[in-house]
């Protein structure tokens, strides 16, 4: 009984010191002699505690509990959500009571590791000025936004913040007016108004098959949470040409390249041409932390990191004629790229160099998340 009291004072009190840090993740992974409990900050790992190694299955075991995941099952990954409520460490003007958290498992071999997602932190007040576009992209943006139809697609690697600039998409469009849809794996973030759909790849209800069922509820606005295949691409594009307005996610690295994968998985470049809309390229960037007053001195808001917070950078092309003729003449990316710029697309490099020049990030972390600065 102690030891089971123990156990939900850890879990509580690491929750709490997670929310605390902002941190996005909470990965707990036994080693043969201490288990490791790390927080996710601004995109880096950092340990929290370590806990002797004979607590990891009660721990364990108390996390999937809440999860209502089966605590039986030890060899096989599990997926499930969780919510607590903050405790004493909840600030005293802070509106948010319960955290939503998604939780995931993996068996390794000296014990299950457990990643604990925490929703709040990783995404925040859904607000399209809060994204980080500048003036001239956010019009851009939204004039596709009010579009009837056509395909919008958010790019960037793992952990560039695509699924948050999705969902703050949908929060704009969610005006009581339309039936919006989405299919995700699995759904962050719970969205009144709108009808989610999870994928089950066990059951055979994959990206393609849900978002074909989806196209016969009489859609305004689709969400797809990534396009993975040919399948999934051709079916969004057909769906952007029939009077539907389709938001997705691709991972690739800058606008110019989406339209050459694209074309790669299978897309015909007229309906190319004519369904998509809006392509932008994000990238997430640490701030330099403004507490500390040397690289000498200890600073205990950014544990010595010099970093505080992240910001994110875009780069967005919007289709307008000439790029559209160019996509259906099947040029070269090279050729697009000048386009793209010549229409007045600044590249990722060139809006982070902006970003350095004011102080608010370094080069050093530009050319870690993007590359080298000119």
């Not at 909840?90 to 929703?119: F, M, Q, W």
């Not at 016969?216 to 606005?221: G, K, N, S, W």
Request: hydrophobic share 40%.
């Amino acid at each position: 009984m102690q030891d089971d009291q123990r156990i939900i004072h850890l879990w509580q009190e690491t929750l709490e010191q997670a929310f605390l840090e902002n941190a996005t993740d909470v990965h707990i992974e036994a080693q043969e002699e201490f288990t490791h409990l790390r927080f996710r900050v601004d995109g880096s790992l950092r340990t929290y505690r370590r806990i002797k190694v004979t607590y990891h299955e009660h721990l364990c075991a108390h996390i999937k509990v809440l999860a209502q995941l089966d605590i039986a099952e030890k060899r096989l990954p599990q997926d499930g959500r969780l919510n607590f409520t903050l405790g004493l460490a909840k600030p005293a003007n802070d509106s948010i009571h319960k955290i939503d958290c998604r939780v995931s498992t993996l068996p390794t071999i000296y014990g299950e590791k457990i990643v604990v997602r925490l929703l709040t932190n990783a995404y925040g007040n859904l607000r399209i000025e809060q994204l980080g576009y500048d003036p001239g992209q956010l019009l851009k943006v939204q004039s596709c936004l009010n579009a009837p139809q056509g395909l919008i697609l958010v790019t960037g690697p793992t952990g560039s913040g695509k699924t948050l600039t999705l969902y703050t998409f949908l929060a704009l469009l969610n005006d009581g007016t339309r039936n919006i849809s989405t299919v995700e794996d699995p759904p962050e973030i719970m969205l009144s108004g709108v009808n989610q759909v999870a994928v089950n790849e066990k059951s055979g209800m994959d990206f393609a098959k849900s978002l074909r069922a989806m196209l016969r509820q009489d859609p305004d606005i689709i969400m797809i949470g990534e396009i993975r295949d040919s399948i999934t691409a051709q079916t969004a594009l057909q769906a952007a040409q029939t009077g539907h307005l389709v938001l997705a996610t691709l991972h690739t690295n800058s606008c110019v390249s989406t339209i050459t994968r694209l074309r790669y998985l299978g897309c015909e470049k007229d309906v190319l041409a004519q369904s998509l809309l809006l392509v932008t390229a994000q990238r997430l960037l640490r701030k330099r932390c403004t507490f500390c007053t040397s690289l000498d001195a200890s600073c205990s808001h950014c544990q010595n990191t010099r970093y505080l917070g992240r910001f994110a950078v875009h780069e967005v092309l919007k289709l307008d004629t000439i790029m559209r003729n160019a996509i259906e003449n099947e040029v070269y990316s090279n050729h697009l790229l000048k386009l793209a710029q010549e229409q007045g697309m600044n590249s990722l490099l060139t809006q982070s160099e902006l970003y350095v020049k004011k102080g608010i990030t370094t080069a050093s972390e530009v050319l870690s998340k993007i590359g080298s600065m000119s």
